[in-house]
């Protein structure tokens, strides 16, 4: 373990040449140690613009969200200076514009910013934290630069420096280079907007472990608000993971450094959870309830994603995505490619270096075919893509599913064909040396060049089950491999009663919201609306993303002769809460179990044959 120190005297040669090749740049400041009302303020000193006027902007969208989020609702107080201090006209056009009058004098700007983890009272949607903002005073700041730093019309590729002040004790963990002037001033360099925005900054009290693998630096940077976890546990977990990219990557891992940056919340009342990817780092926002093995293993699942998005769509992208409007955001078509397939690598990956065995992968996979049924399968992955920001927003959530298993067809057809010898590896390798970070391909070539470097066949795939609305030929894709797959058998399982259950995140408990179409075990059982459901026999009610699992197992382990005893939480008319006990001889009804996935308990030696090319083990 080592503290993470930056070469100071490279780092402020470096920096000064920036300054000297480039006089006319943003020049923007920051003070931590000044919060007013969960707010900072945002100074810039503005590069030398045209007369007339200027629009400056904060962006709609930002990559990666794939979500319209508006980040000019959390400024306030915007106002615009000439030389001499003298206040010039502004008028702001829009949630994310300020129209500013008399640009050729244009000298500073000042706004307040207010963050978005903590703001409910601005309206519209909510930010998924890890594209947000965090102000609290003393204890950390969550810095995505997309949300307190702007740039005008027409002025994104010229360099940008921001100043942070900061306490002492504070140290901000990013990929970007820092230039420490003193103990309480940091400055960070840039070559334009794109950089800043791709690069979030933590500043808090610093927990952070650093890893060296494959010739590459990797950060590891904690805030545990009340220090339930360290860096150093959670490094432990990512080691195998990192080890196991860079072998899956060929290697060596394509970066020089990268950083996990991870805030843990102890706010009860959060929505989601999750990570938001960057070229050299990505950030996570996890709560910090999770016992140590289920915040290691949800660290390892959501990094093993996030880095591979170095592949695509950092390495691999359309023109949307690679000359980015911030303003007047585009989609591509290849959602299934730039999500789809990094959540199938993060799983292959693991299976393929050992980090699960055989089942786990096989359950994975299951519960991506059962979440896939909540989405619109006769919906063209392409055309889902392309309206993913409006007509088809709550279609997202299907790249993780569908578009994973878009990712395992893809690379067993590809290993079909090629007689074991390439598969989507292969094919992404190959992408990045026909495009590449810096070259964007057009939404409707990348089938053409696909097909290219590799076989008719998978043309007519990528165009029957990619840009068309033919169902994924699971069957035969499964079957391959030597798995049986079956879209659903009947089976037995006890009846709960039917009622419509919600979900109290304050209380982690499930709550009778409706009981209209309550059944007659139901009634017998005497549910009654706005009951919170504290235990099933004995068993705690667990955290939101595991009840749908834990009802079906507690549904499908009760027999006929066995009792159901459910402990809830009522409330009388005096609003006083107090235990109360349902039971009743559990019921069982026919019901269908959905896709199960199984292996065959013999495998021919053309299954054995693709499934060890499939995995690169001997056979
Ligand atoms: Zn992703």
Not at 296 to 324: R, W
Not at 337 to 359: C, P, S, V
Request: net charge neutral; glycine share 6%.
């Amino acid at each position: 373990m080592k503290k993470y120190f930056i070469p100071l005297l490279l780092l402020a040669i470096s920096s000064t040449a920036f300054a000297q090749k480039n006089a006319s740049n943003y020049k923007y400041s920051i003070n931590l140690n000044d919060v007013v009302d969960d707010k900072l303020q945002v100074t810039l000193l503005t590069p030398k613009l045209k007369t007339g006027d200027a629009v400056f902007h904060l962006p709609k969208m930002v990559p990666g969200t794939y979500a319209i989020y508006d980040f000019g609702r959390y400024v306030s107080a915007f106002k615009a200076f000439d030389k001499k201090g003298n206040q010039l006209k502004v008028n702001q056009t829009d949630l994310n514009s300020w129209k500013i009058s008399d640009a050729g004098n244009l000298s500073k700007i000042t706004y307040m910013v207010d963050d978005s983890w903590d703001s409910p009272e601005i309206k519209g949607p909510e930010i998924f934290q890890p594209a947000g903002t965090d102000i609290e005073k003393d204890k950390v700041f969550v810095i995505n630069n997309f949300g307190f730093f702007g740039y005008f019309d027409g002025e994104k590729s010229i360099p940008f420096e921001v100043t942070v002040t900061k306490p002492a004790a504070f140290f901000g963990s990013t990929s970007l280079q820092a230039n420490h002037l003193n103990s309480t001033t940091d400055r960070y360099n840039v070559p334009d907007y794109y950089s800043l925005a791709d690069a979030p900054i933590m500043y808090n009290k610093p927990d952070t472990t650093v890893l060296h693998i494959g010739g590459a630096e990797i950060l590891i940077s904690l805030y545990s608000p009340n220090q339930k976890a360290t860096s150093a546990d959670i490094a432990k977990g990512l080691k195998n993971m990192l080890e196991a990219q860079k072998e899956y990557l060929g290697g060596t891992l394509p970066v020089n450094k990268y950083a996990f940056i991870i805030s843990l919340t102890d706010n009860t009342h959060i929505r989601s959870y999750g990570a938001l990817e960057h070229s050299y780092s990505s950030f996570y926002f996890l709560p910090e309830s999770f016992n140590p093995a289920q915040l290691a293993e949800t660290v390892k699942n959501t990094a093993s994603h996030e880095f591979f998005h170095i592949v695509t769509p950092l390495s691999i992208h359309s023109e949307e995505i690679g000359a980015f409007d911030y303003d007047h955001p585009k989609m591509s078509e290849h959602l299934w490619m730039y999500e789809g397939l990094t959540e199938y690598a993060a799983h292959h990956m693991q299976l393929k270096y050992g980090l699960i065995d055989f089942n786990s992968y096989l359950k994975t996979q299951a519960e991506k075919l059962n979440e896939a049924m909540r989405f619109n399968d006769t919906l063209a992955f392409t055309r889902m893509s392309k309206g993913v920001l409006d007509t088809f927003a709550n279609q997202y959530n299907n790249v993780y599913a569908k578009g994973a298993l878009i990712g395992l067809c893809l690379d067993i057809k590809l290993r079909q064909l090629s007689n074991g010898k390439y598969g989507t590896q292969n094919l992404m390798k190959d992408l990045s040396k026909t495009y590449g970070k810096t070259k964007s391909f057009k939404d409707d070539e990348l089938f053409a060049t696909i097909t290219k470097l590799t076989y008719p066949e998978i043309g007519d795939f990528l165009n029957s089950y990619v840009a068309g609305t033919k169902k994924l030929p699971y069957k035969e894709i499964f079957a391959s491999i030597g798995v049986d797959y079956e879209p659903f058998i009947n089976v037995k399982k006890a009846n709960l009663g039917k009622m419509g259950l919600g979900y109290n995140s304050q209380t982690n408990r499930l709550v009778v919201a409706d009981t209209t179409g309550m059944n007659s075990y139901g009634k017998k059982m005497g549910y009654q609306k706005g009951d919170e459901l504290v235990s099933i026999n004995g068993q705690n009610i667990p955290e939101v993303s595991k009840v749908r699992q834990f009802l079906d197992s507690v549904r499908t382990n009760l027999k006929e002769g066995n009792v159901l005893t459910v402990v809830v939480s009522r409330k009388d008319s005096n609003g006083k809460s107090a235990e109360v006990k349902l039971s009743q001889p559990v019921e069982v009804q026919e019901d269908k179990q959905y896709n199960i996935l199984k292996e065959y308990p013999v495998l021919t030696d053309e299954q054995k044959k693709l499934r060890a090319a499939w995995l690169n083990t001997k056979t």
